[in-house]
């Protein structure tokens, strides 16, 4: 019951976006919860709710390691297991935690589920891949993240589910029922209801070559890419649209490493004509590698560079890599040696006119604290990614959802360019202004809209709800404490 509970739940992420199921699997967990007669039967249900979850909201974690089936296929059954049952003991233990505070009532489900969420973003350099939250960007609940963030909004979801999940024991709780059904379930269907973005006068050419992961580094399909993405840079705007200020390759866009690829750059810098082209490209620096992003000028001459600093475990370097390597076992998506080296950290580039953009490469958009740690507030956010590992369904989908969730938490427009979809630039309540779809090649020169002002969320970050959250989960302990003193007594 537990685990089927929990794949419907993760219907409300995409590609199915369905948060009323995501509400449904949450109280249905909460009311089940109510019935355990021990803290480690609490344990277990949360533990098998989150595994059902998890497993299917990221099914989409076997493609990377079908790339190469002869060498890592076998991984495959063994990394969605793993995954799910391991990210699912957060969840358990949330469920333990809320049993110990309170044995008859679910409320303190409210603060103890958003709290492992909150860790789960931050221990072990983190993974809020599939939080809750992230099933409402399409939906009008999505908006708060601009004043409280995502880890804030689970409490919300968690409210909504506790409150419909339990008793109304009393007319003012069927009053709070009614209100949260008019009000809450209304948020999680109505649209966004914000006024249009405003445009600017500059534009960005998404560059979305389309290269399929397990031929993007065959030598004899490698000039098809990189020919397609020259032939996109260079070709002009249609009639009555301006030329692009800005060309945006996805990451790793060319196969070479910088300090080999000089010929390589001067091409795409006259492909790019007058605007600078800023590309995905492999960086090297004596013995280490880096996943960077550089901005070209005409000439090919790198004006700008940032590398990667939240890296990808298991995909782009290996925990206890020196050890692993003696069993030939390396990250996914590193080229060489044992991996990636992290880059210094986050960084702002100057696009002139445009102005300054924070670059986040791949799987640096997951995390909310990533754009939040910006040396100062930029114009617009830069995504370039290569979601071929991802597959060609839920994957890709959930990855741009969270780059939407990073535009609407800031009050910044992002312009994103992915390998094979989806490329959009997206405005900064987290609509899609214009895209490329999934799986195929093209380009599209998308306006950028103009920043708003600072949102809540973008000036204080997660310390706050962290800080309210622990003082309630202390005065839940003390309370409960005093409660079971009385008892004894």
């Not at 249009?196 to 560059?207: E, N, T």
Request: net charge neutral.
């Amino acid at each position: 019951m537990a685990g089927t509970l929990g794949a419907l739940a993760a219907f409300g992420q995409a590609p199915y976006d369905q948060p009323l199921m995501l509400m449904a699997g949450l109280v249905g967990a909460v009311y089940f919860f109510q019935y355990s007669k021990t803290d480690r039967q609490a344990a277990v249900f949360g533990w098998a709710f989150g595994t059902g979850y998890f497993a299917h909201a990221l099914q989409w974690i076997v493609s990377p390691f079908m790339v190469d089936v002869a060498r890592h296929g076998w991984m495959a059954p063994f990394a969605l297991v793993l995954l799910a049952a391991g990210l699912a003991l957060f969840w358990g233990a949330a469920f333990w935690a809320a049993r110990r505070l309170d044995q008859n009532r679910a409320w303190p489900l409210i603060l103890c589920l958003p709290a492992v969420e909150l860790i789960r973003a931050y221990i072990f350099t983190g993974f809020p891949w599939a939080m809750p939250a992230q099933a409402l960007v399409n939906n009008l609940a999505g908006q708060g993240l601009a004043l409280a963030g995502p880890y804030a909004l689970n409490l919300g979801v968690m409210a909504v589910a506790v409150v419909l999940g339990t008793h109304a024991r009393n007319a003012v709780q069927r009053v709070v029922r009614f209100g949260v059904i008019l009000f809450g379930l209304g948020a999680l269907v109505l649209p966004p209801m914000m006024p249009d973005a405003v445009l600017g006068d500059h534009s960005i050419r998404l560059i979305q070559p389309n290269a399929p992961q397990r031929d993007k580094w065959d030598p004899d399909k490698i000039p098809v890419f990189f020919d397609r993405q020259l032939r996109f840079s260079a070709t002009p705007p249609a009639d009555g649209v301006k030329a692009p200020n800005l060309i945006l390759w996805p990451e790793t866009a060319i196969p070479w490493s910088l300090d080999y690829a000089g010929t390589a750059l001067v091409q795409i810098g006259a492909a790019g004509g007058q605007a600078p082209v800023a590309l995905g490209v492999q960086r090297r620096d004596d013995l280490r590698f880096y996943n960077s992003m550089v901005v070209l000028g005409q000439d090919g001459s790198v004006a700008q560079a940032y590398d990667k600093h939240h890296l990808v475990p298991f995909g782009e370097y290996m925990p206890f890599g020196d050890v692993l390597a003696n069993f030939g076992i390396y990250g996914l998506a590193a080229q060489a040696g044992n991996g990636y080296s992290s880059g210094p950290g986050a960084k702002l580039l100057d696009f002139g006119p445009l102005g300054k953009a924070l670059p986040l490469i791949c799987y640096e958009a997951v995390f909310a604290h990533d754009v939040n740690a910006a040396p100062e507030r930029p114009n617009f956010l830069i995504q370039i990614t290569n979601d071929a590992w991802f597959g060609k369904g839920a994957g890709p989908r959930q990855h741009l959802a969270q780059a939407r969730m990073r535009a609407i938490e800031q009050g910044l427009p992002l312009a994103r360019a992915a390998n094979t979809g989806i490329s959009a630039m997206i405005d900064p309540y987290g609509r899609i202004t214009a895209s490329l779809p999934l799986n195929e090649a093209g380009f599209v020169d998308a306006a950028l809209p103009q920043p708003l002002a600072a949102t809540l969320y973008s000036r204080t970050g997660d310390f706050p709800f962290a800080f309210v959250l622990l003082l309630g989960l202390a005065a839940a302990a003390f309370s409960t404490r005093k409660r079971q003193q009385a008892v004894s007594d």
